[in-house]
Nanobody, 114 residues
Framework: VQLQASGGGLVQPGGSLRLSCAAS????????MGWYRQGPGKQRELVAA???????KYTDSVKGRFTISRDNAKITVPLQMNSLKPEDTAVYYC?????????WGQGTQVTVSS
């Protein structure tokens, strides 16, 4: 399984960005998908995740601002990020898991700054 992330960039506080992650390869190996991030000097943390059945969870700091969704046909997982804050600045990583395996995409930089 290969994961390709896209959509990062520079945005002003209060702005929006939409990240996307597309899976290729053995897509039937994927059960859950999600996004993690690692800010400067911080550990990697879960931002949002979605199961194959569509159940979602979010870290507290992004609830009400970020929305994760999933296209099960295309195996893509967009992350809509609204009301962005400087503390959202990080490298964002797409993640997938299934049948005991974990997959990571390359990171995409999100910078929130005026």
């Amino acid at each position: 399984v290969q994961l390709q992330a896209s959509g990062g960039g520079l945005v002003q506080p209060g702005g929006s960005l939409r990240l996307s992650c597309a899976a290729s390869g053995s897509k039937f190996s994927i059960v859950n998908m999600g996004w993690y991030r690692q800010g400067p000097g911080k550990q990697r943390e879960l931002v949002a995740a979605i199961t194959g059945g569509g159940s979602t969870k979010y870290t507290d700091s992004v609830k009400g601002r970020f929305t994760i969704s999933r296209d099960n046909a295309k195996i893509t997982v967009p992350l809509q990020m609204n009301s962005l804050k400087p503390e959202d600045t990080a490298v964002y990583y797409c993640n997938a898991d299934g049948f005991g395996r974990v997959y990571w995409g390359q990171g995409t930089q999100v910078t929130v700054s005026s």
